[in-house]
C-alpha cells in the first residue's frame, strides 16, 4: 500500500510568480485536501476534492486553484504568489474519515 | 465555524514520564470526530488518535489515550511512559462527520513536546 507523496519537497518562487504543487494519493483513496501550514502555525484547510470536483473551500482567494485527476492524483495551484505564501503545504488523501498526509511541499516566495 | 484551543506552546518532561497535552474545541454542531496528530521533523502529520464524539468511552492506543469531556468541549491526550521518540509537535483537530468532510480538519496551533533523556 502506498503512502502520500508530494513534489516537489522544496521550491523557491519570487514574487508575482505561479506554482503547481503535486500530490499522488494513496491507493483507493478518492478524496484528497490541502492544507497550508505558516511557520509555528497549525495546518489551514485550503480545499478538497472528491472524484474530480471541488467540494469543500476554507478562507482562501480564488488565486489558490486546484485539480483533481481521474487516478485521483491532485495539483494545488497558486498564482501571483505574495510573500505570506511561504509555507509548508501539506496534502491528505482519505476515503470515510480516515486521513492520511504526505510530508509536504516546503514553499519560500522571495 | 469551528475553533481548537491548544493552551500549551510547548512542554518538556523526563523520559518515561507521563505528560498531558490539552485541547478544547468549539462548536455547536453534535457529530463530529476528534484526532490527536503528531508532527515529528520529518513534517509528515501521524495520526496518534481519534475519537468519535457520539462514543462515550475513551480512545486508547497503546501508550496514547484521551480524556473526552464533550459537555466541557474538552479532548485531551495522555503519553505513559514516554519516549524520546515522543519528540515532536502534537496537533489536535476537528472534523466535522455531517457536510462529507466538505470543511476539512480544523487544527489547533499545536504543542512542542520534547522528552528529556
Known amino acids: 500500500e502506498t503512502g502520500v507523496t508530494q513534489s516537489p519537497t522544496h521550491l523557491i518562487k519570487t514574487r508575482g510568480q505561479q506554482v503547481t504543487l503535486r500530490c499522488s494519493s494513496q491507493?483507493?483513496?478518492?478524496?484528497v485536501s490541502w492544507y497550508q501550514q505558516a511557520l509555528g502555525q497549525g495546518p489551514q484547510f485550503i480545499f478538497q476534492?472528491?472524484?474530480?470536483?471541488?467540494?469543500g473551500r476554507g478562507n482562501f482567494p480564488p488565486r489558490f486553484s486546484g485539480l483533481q485527476f481521474p487516478n485521483y492524483s491532485s495539483e494545488l495551484n497558486v498564482n501571483a504568489l505574495e510573500l505570506d505564501d511561504s509555507a509548508l503545504y501539506l496534502c491528505?488523501?482519505?476515503f470515510g474519515r480516515g486521513y492520511t498526509f504526505g510530508s509536504g511541499t516546503r514553499l519560500t516566495v522571495v | 465555524a469551528q475553533t481548537v484551543t491548544q493552551s500549551q506552546p510547548e512542554m518538556s518532561v523526563q523520559e518515561a514520564e507521563t505528560v498531558t497535552l490539552s485541547c478544547t474545541y468549539d462548536?455547536?454542531?453534535?457529530?463530529?470526530?476528534l484526532f490527536w496528530y503528531k508532527q515529528p521533523p520529518s513534517r509528515q502529520m501521524i495520526l496518534v488518535i481519534r475519537?468519535?464524539?457520539?462514543?462515550?468511552q475513551n480512545a486508547t492506543e497503546n501508550r496514547f489515550s484521551v480524556n473526552f469531556q464533550k459537555a466541557a468541549k474538552s479532548f485531551s491526550l495522555k503519553i505513559s511512559d514516554s519516549q524520546l521518540g515522543d519528540t515532536a509537535m502534537y496537533f489536535c483537530?476537528?472534523?466535522?462527520?455531517?457536510?462529507?468532510?466538505?470543511?476539512?480538519?480544523?487544527f489547533g496551533k499545536g504543542t512542542h513536546l520534547i522528552i528529556q533523556p
Open positions: 491528505a488523501s482519505s
Open positions: 491507493s483507493g483513496h478518492n478524496t
Open positions: 476534492y472528491y472524484r474530480e470536483e471541488e467540494n
Open positions: 462548536t455547536s454542531e453534535s457529530n463530529y470526530y
Open positions: 475519537q468519535e464524539a457520539y462514543k462515550q
Open positions: 483537530a476537528f472534523f466535522l462527520y455531517s457536510g462529507g468532510g466538505a470543511d476539512g480538519l480544523t
